[in-house]
T-cell receptor, first 112, second 114 residues
Framework: DAKTTQPPSMDCAEGRAANLPCNHSTISGNEYVYWYRQIHSQGPQYIIHGLKNNETNEMASLIITEDRKSSTLILPHATLRDTAVYYCIVRGLPNSGYALNFGKGTSLLVTP | DAGVIQSPRHEVTEMGQEVTLRCKPISGHDYLFWYRQTMMRGLELLIYFNNNVPIDDSGMPEDRFSAKMPNASFSTLKIQPSEPRDSAVYFC????????????FGSGTRLTVV
């Protein structure tokens, strides 16, 4: 699976949009971009995934650049409960294994 | 559904003792995963099952670790004998068809070996 690069930490004011970037310049054609988050003392939580089109669900939006070398997770109206570590994971399906390489992620702090 | 259920939430044991961690996956999920999280190494996959059969245990650190899944609704991770370096948070996760739509993780078991 392609390697990902994320900033170690970010801040966001409550109510504002949180835009979390991820670089995956070596991504290949059959690899998906997944986002998970881990709130303190909890298990990781699946947020969203995409291949090349932008995706949106009740939690977030995922914007993938046309060349697929980077993506941005958008939390449109961040709340204090969105404070967590966010992991961007590239995963090739179905031929890659099932180990999710979580890396170090981005620690997002939402402030009042 | 109550989600993935792990027990106990916290376990403190003495070095050399046997420890058993338990997991109940989401009903209908056909994949079950055991992960370990430490500050130094982050989240690591230990083993996973498909339809109750162990598929890949290459992440199990050594023979002191063993995992079973006797049926679709129950799995255990056993450490015997336990050592202080086994102290970590152990997560169980389950998914449908390999996790294309994501894995669901339990709340974890925090293990402390003294």
């Amino acid at each position: 699976d392609a390697k990902t690069t994320q900033p170690p930490s970010m801040d966001c004011a409550e109510g504002r949009a949180a835009n979390l970037p991820c670089n995956h310049s070596t991504i290949s054609g059959n690899e998906y971009v997944y986002w998970y988050r881990q709130i303190h003392s909890q298990g990781p939580q699946y947020i969203i995934h995409g291949l090349k089109n932008n995706e949106t669900n009740e939690m977030a939006s995922l914007i993938i650049t046309e060349d697929r070398k980077s993506s941005t997770l958008i939390l449109p109206h961040a709340t204090l409960r969105d404070t967590a570590v966010y992991y961007c994971i590239v995963r090739g399906l179905p031929n890659s294994g099932y180990a999710l390489n979580f890396g170090k992620g981005t620690s997002l702090l939402v402030t009042p | 559904d109550a989600g993935v259920i792990q027990s106990p939430r916290h376990e403190v044991t003495e070095m050399g003792q046997e420890v058993t961690l338990r997991c109940k996956p989401i009903s209908g999920h056909d994949y079950l995963f055991w992960y370990r999280q430490t500050m130094m190494r982050g989240l690591e996959l230990l083993i996973y099952f498909n339809n109750n059969v162990p598929i890949d245990d290459s992440g199990m650190p050594e023979d002191r670790f063993s995992a079973k899944m006797p049926n679709a609704s129950f799995s255990t991770l056993k450490i015997q004998p336990s050592e202080p370096r086994d102290s970590a948070v152990y997560f169980c996760a389950s998914s449908l068809s390999g996790g294309f739509y994501g894995y669901t993780f339990g709340s974890g078991t925090r293990l402390t070996v003294v």
